[in-house]
């Protein structure tokens, strides 16, 4: 039973356009999502986090929006660089039983 | 900066074989994490700690045992590696909501 999904699993952009990735869930007891971000043959590290009780956080490029009714996500990059190039992960969490989506892998073209 | 680490980082071993996967987190997070994960999938939490002597099996059934003996320190143990173990073990810490990953254990059982 999957409760995290990302349905893309590759998105390419040009360099210096906007990188937007998708996120959806089932379970309408997740109160905390994050984006992590996986360089080959490392462990995934933290981007961006957003709570429920909010709709979008910003951090520098990166913005996380959250819509509640829809139970989506998405992560916007922007403007994107070759170094953004990795896989992203969604997560979700509630009473601390977190869940991963499959990841996106993103290419930035140069 | 998260302070957490896994060794081997890669392990190529034969069937049968006793193997126990390193995990050492220098924060003091209570918290830990196992998971597994494959190419194009999600984290799939096989074991996790709230603390010591406090060990739980996560969602993907595993064949792996853990112990929890000092806070900053969470072995995972494969009495009889197989070739169905081949794949990415990863380690995490939480104080909070956000998890922190170690680079990772690459597991080939030949």
């Known amino acids: 039973d999957q409760q995290v999904k990302q349905n893309s699993p590759s998105l390419s952009v040009q360099e210096g356009r906007i990188s937007i990735l998708n996120c959806d869930y089932t379970n309408s007891m997740f109160d905390y999502f994050l984006w992590y971000k996986k360089y080959p043959a490392e462990g995934p590290t933290f981007l961006i986090s957003?709570?429920?009780?909010?709709d979008k956080n910003e951090d520098g490029r990166f913005t996380v929006f959250l819509n509640k009714s829809a139970k989506h996500l998405s992560l916007h990059i922007v403007p994107s660089q070759p170094g953004d190039s990795a896989v992203y992960f969604c997560?979700?969490?509630?009473?601390?039983?977190?869940?991963f989506g499959a990841g996106t892998r993103l290419t930035v073209k140069p | 900066e998260a302070d957490i680490y896994q060794t081997p980082r890669y392990l190529v071993i034969g069937t049968g074989k006793k193997i126990t996967l390193e995990c050492s987190q220098t924060m003091g997070h209570d918290k830990m994490y196992w998971y597994q994960q494959d190419p194009g999938m999600e984290l799939h939490l096989i074991h996790y700690?709230?603390?010591?002597?406090?060990?739980e099996k996560g969602d993907l059934s595993s064949e792996s045992t853990v112990s929890r003996i000092r806070t900053e320190h969470f072995p995972l143990t494969l009495e009889s590696a197989r070739p169905s173990h081949t794949s990415q073990y990863l380690c995490?810490?939480?104080?909070?909501?956000?998890?922190?990953f170690g680079p990772g254990t690459r597991l080939t059982v030949t």
């Open positions: 995490a810490s939480s104080k909070g909501d956000e998890q922190y």
């Open positions: 997560a979700a969490t509630y009473n601390n039983d977190m869940r």
């Open positions: 700690s709230y603390g010591v002597n406090s060990t």
């Open positions: 957003i709570s429920s009780i909010k």
